[in-house]
T-cell receptor, first 111, second 116 residues
Framework: QQQVKQSPQSLIVQKGGISIINCAYE??????FPWYQQFPGKGPALLIA?????SEKKEGRFTISFNKSAKQFSLHIMDSQPGDSATYFC??????????FGSGTKLNVKP | GAVVSQHPSRVICKSGTSVKIECRSL??????MFWYRQFPKQSLMLMAT?????????EQGVEKDKFLINHASLTLSTLTVTSAHPEDSSFYIC????????????FGPGTRLTVT
């Protein structure tokens, strides 16, 4: 059973637009929800993360929205830039012991 | 801070040979390291979790005799792919978690293994 479901699989956004990626999880014990950015041939890099006791976290152009009752969380990239073109993974973890990853979203920001 | 390196970044080996991949935490001590495998355009699949000084815990379906993991020190873990076959060709990524407290994992840059 897939613990974290991510959508869409791919996303094309115009420069300056808002990119939105969604994830849903099953296990209510998860207590940490990070987002990672991965460029081709590189390892993932932590972008932003949230705990379930807050509904939103913003860092620069990146915002996580968290809906505990719906067991969903999403990444919003404001003013998307071509340099944001990458694959994004959501993940969920309980006590940092094991991370369950979503299937990934390939974002292409058109100039 | 929190830099993780992997070596080599790319390796090509012949079928039947063994390949060792190193994962190092450069500026912190890591009691726990994770090894992932990633197929093209797919997500990361956790292979095993290794704790310093103890045996690795393998995920279901991962052959521990084929993928040997050693976590000999607080800054080094190795993954050895034994008797490699073309189907073992993949992108292998390690991550490390800081010692002393529950914390985020930091990923290495990955190793591209091609078995011919």
């Amino acid at each position: 059973q897939q613990q974290v479901k991510q959508s869409p699989q791919s996303l094309i956004v115009q420069k300056g637009g808002i990119s939105i990626i969604n994830c849903a999880y099953e296990n209510t014990a998860f207590d940490y929800f990070p987002w990672y950015q991965q460029f081709p041939g590189k390892g993932p890099a932590l972008l932003i993360a949230i705990r379930p006791d807050v509904s939103e976290k913003k860092e620069g152009r990146f915002t996580i929205s968290f809906n505990k009752s719906a067991k969903q969380f999403s990444l919003h990239i404001m003013d998307s830039q071509p340099g944001d073109s990458a694959t994004y993974f959501c993940a969920a973890s309980y006590n940092f012991n094991k991370f369950y990853f979503g299937s990934g979203t390939k974002l292409n920001v058109k100039p | 801070g929190a830099v993780v390196s992997q070596h080599p970044s790319r390796v090509i080996c012949k079928s039947g040979t063994s390949v060792k991949i190193e994962c190092r935490s450069l500026d912190f001590q890591a009691t726990t390291m994770f090894w992932y495998r990633q197929f093209p355009k797919q997500s990361l699949m956790l292979m095993a979790t290794s704790n310093e000084g103890s045996k690795a815990t393998y995920e279901q379906g991962v052959e521990k005799d084929k993928f040997l993991i050693n976590h000999a020190s607080l800054t080094l873990s190795t993954l050895t792919v034994t008797s490699a076959h073309p189907e073992d060709s993949s992108f292998y990524i390690c991550s490390a978690r800081m010692r002393g407290r529950n914390h985020e994992q930091y990923f290495g840059p990955g190793t591209r293994l091609t078995v011919t």
